[in-house]
């Protein structure tokens, strides 16, 4: 993350500046750190010009000393002076775990640059391991005051305030530090050690809206994380179980933030303008973070076709992050059309499978010389327009057929991107011998052998199916109902 500070004068003087091309590169992400909240309006105005999301994060006071003669002076004894240090690199996974801004990979990278490069003070106990600690920002600012619950009430910060803004003092520089307005345990802190503040003045943070774009192993990580909030993350889940073991067409996978993210969408890449059969997948747990990341347009083109999956109430109230997709298109001015509405239905364990005898039955795997067979049966196929994606599906995911004589396939069950088995279908001819049945026993057998999540979507008004499905031990969350809506479809 970049770092911006700016101090003007003059706002329309800053107005130019911000707008200068090599001043600020618009295009990445950056902080602006305690900046006048005068200047809020000036720097939405500009980030809005250049179609930049951007947020204001919690106000905070400028605290300073304007004496080292102010400063109230605890008394330190030997013993604890013979514990007082500076931290050291062995020292960041603990102060970033316990930072409230810290716990990720970006934490870790400033605390190392922050105890490598500039002053800090901690507190040892006998083994030598910090329990209370102070730093300083790379702008000079007293911050990162912590003291391991179990050693507060021991006058720690209070010692620890003294001696760095001592030492600060001594080296020349100024001493401040900003505390947000809702901590009045470190305000009544600082105060009572000397510090005095501008009441008619509040800085805050701002902050450009970026995401980043998963690769590798971060892949892997997603997939685990998300596995924590199954069933409602199932496509996502199942998208990546996918994605990470086998090939597949090209999907960008995007994140608010790494590695604790909010939100996270999987964006197909496009290769013309219709391209009806490909979805792009979200999961969120922070409907607000939701909002800036589809605003942006170098998430979501909203000027192009897009089938978005959400998950909708039963009943007909949507959720949050279904409200805010119809919102944002409502605001770009494109039109929404819903396209399907299905019951999700998980096979928790492949026990719940009945017996199904599969003797005298020809089983195999689809193959490209089955792809038109199989684009003509499918409901949703318009001449050739789905051939890609069923391409897709049979050259590298999970399918299972059944042949008759002739080795022609008669009856099959293929997997989706989202790891979902569909496509169940029979030729009219075929129907009666029991077919489906083994089909959807086979492939459960096989993905869960694989350590694949087993479930599959089935539209509303698919009674057959529904049943089916239930009589082979699927079973649903009755409160949502999967949801496919096409943006800019005609």
């Excluded at 004894?77 to 931290?87: A, G, H, M, T, V």
């Excluded at 003291?147 to 910060?157: F, I, Q, W």
């Excluded at 993350?233 to 933030?257: A, C, E, T, W």
Aim: proline share 4%.
């Amino acid at each position: 993350m970049k770092k911006v500070t700016l101090f003007s004068t003059n706002e329309e003087v800053l107005r130019k500046v911000l707008k200068e091309e090599n001043a600020i590169d618009w295009s990445t992400y950056f902080l602006i750190g305690g900046f006048d909240i005068s200047y809020a309006p000036l720097l939405r105005e500009v980030s809005a010009e250049r179609d930049v999301n951007s947020r204001g994060y919690t106000l905070v006071r400028l605290l300073y000393l304007p004496d080292i003669t102010c400063l109230l002076m605890p008394e330190v004894d030997s013993e604890l002076q013979s514990r007082i240090s500076s931290l050291n690199l062995s020292h960041v996974e603990l102060v970033n775990t316990t930072w409230k801004f810290g716990g990720n990979e970006q934490g870790h990278r400033n605390i190392k640059n922050l105890i490598s490069n500039f002053p800090s003070c901690c507190i040892s106990d006998n083994q030598g391991q910090p329990v209370s600690w102070i730093m300083m920002y790379d702008y000079c600012a007293l911050g990162i005051l912590y003291t391991l619950p179990e050693h507060r009430g021991k006058g720690y910060a209070k010692v620890l305030v003294s001696i760095m803004t001592k030492n600060l003092h001594a080296e020349g520089y100024p001493v401040y530090c900003f505390i947000e307005e809702d901590n009045t345990v470190s305000y009544t802190l600082f105060k009572n050690m000397g510090f005095i503040e501008d009441a008619s003045y509040r800085a805050a943070c701002f902050h450009t809206f970026t995401m980043e774009q998963l690769t590798g192993d971060q892949l892997k990580i997603a997939e685990i994380e998300l596995r924590r909030y199954l069933p409602r993350s199932h496509q996502v889940y199942g998208f990546l179980v996918i994605r990470n073991r086998l090939k597949s067409d090209p999907v960008d996978v995007l994140v608010d933030k790494w590695p604790k993210f909010n939100v996270i969408v999987c964006r197909p890449q496009y290769k013309q303008e219709f391209d009806f059969f490909k979805d792009t997948l979200l999961f969120t747990n922070d409907e607000t973070t939701l909002k800036e990341m589809i605003n942006n347009a170098s998430v979501i083109d909203w000027s192009k076709y897009l089938c978005i999956v959400l998950t909708a109430c039963v009943q007909g109230t949507s959720l949050p992050h279904m409200e805010i997709v119809k919102a944002v298109a409502s605001e770009k001015k494109v039109p929404i059309t819903k396209l399907a509405v299905c019951h999700m239905m998980i096979l928790e364990d492949v026990s719940n499978l009945p017996f199904i005898d599969c003797s005298g039955i020809s089983l195999s795997s689809l193959n490209e010389t089955h792809l038109n067979l199989v684009n003509q049966t499918w409901k949703f196929a318009k001449n050739q327009e789905a051939t890609g994606m069923i391409h897709n599906m049979i050259a590298n995911f999970p399918s299972c057929c059944v042949l008759d004589a002739e080795g022609k396939p008669v009856s099959w069950i293929l997997t989706y991107a989202s790891c979902a088995v569909g496509m169940l279908y029979t030729l009219p001819e075929h129907r009666g011998k029991g077919y489906a049945k083994v089909l959807i026993s086979t492939m459960a057998k096989r993905l869960k052998a694989r350590g694949y999540p087993v479930y599959c979507f089935i539209e509303e008004e698919n009674k057959v199916s529904y049943q089916l499905f239930k009589s082979m031990g699927f079973s649903e969350d009755p409160s949502h109902r999967e949801t496919w809506f096409g943006l800019n479809y005609f």
